[in-house]
């Protein structure tokens, strides 16, 4: 059984648990979701819980509901997660690790030579257009970004 985090609501958490078996397909497009009832059980969750959980994914139109049938992936779902995902990433997840390597002195073209390493192991072009992001925001926080003691100029060295 999952332990939960005391910290997060639980619906949340649960919630996290679906995206993550939608965006790795554990849970295909198309294919029907637990039912609240299973997924109560599962995880000795409340009903209303687990309602509160999947309630949230059909307004932001991951699964959608059938009545009499229960609930299901939507089509593009995990394309859409995974976008959702990755633009949180990058805004706060990533900013927040460049922004400390900055702090500590590593320099802009240490970080590209080790982007450039990690995602030189792949050929696909999503991969490379991700490469091309991440990129984009260590420029964005070596350009712009001030840290407490930044001693670095404009230029971005």
């Known amino acids: 059984m999952k332990r939960f985090d005391d910290t ?4 949340l958490q649960l ?11 554990a849970i295909p497009e198309g294919e029907a979701i637990p039912s609240i009832r299973k997924i ?6 409340n009903p209303q819980t687990v309602a509160n959980a999947l309630t949230e994914l059909v307004n932001e139109d991951i699964i959608f509901k059938k009545r009499g049938l229960g609930f299901f992936v939507q089509t593009n779902a995990r394309e ?11 805004e ?6 460049l922004k400390k390597g900055k702090s500590l002195g590593v320099k802009k073209q ?15 072009e999503d991969l490379k257009k991700n490469r091309d992001n991440v990129l984009e925001v260590v420029d964005d926080v ?10 670095y100029e404009s230029d971005g060295n």
């Not at 706060?92 to 690790?97: K, M």
């Not at 070596?142 to 001693?151: C, M, R, S």
Request: no cysteine; net charge negative; aromatic share 10%.
């Open 8 to 11: 997060i609501p639980i619906y």
């Open 15 to 25: 919630r996290t648990e679906i995206e993550k078996a939608i965006i790795t397909g």
């Open 40 to 45: 109560a059980q599962d995880y000795m969750l």
């Open 80 to 90: 859409k997660l995974k976008e959702q995902k990755l633009q949180i990433y990058r």
């Open 92 to 97: 706060t997840e990533l900013r927040e690790v």
């Open 110 to 124: 240490e970080i590209k030579t080790i982007v450039d390493d990690v995602f030189g192991e792949y050929s696909s």
């Open 142 to 151: 070596f350009l712009t970004e001030k840290v407490k003691g930044d001693n």
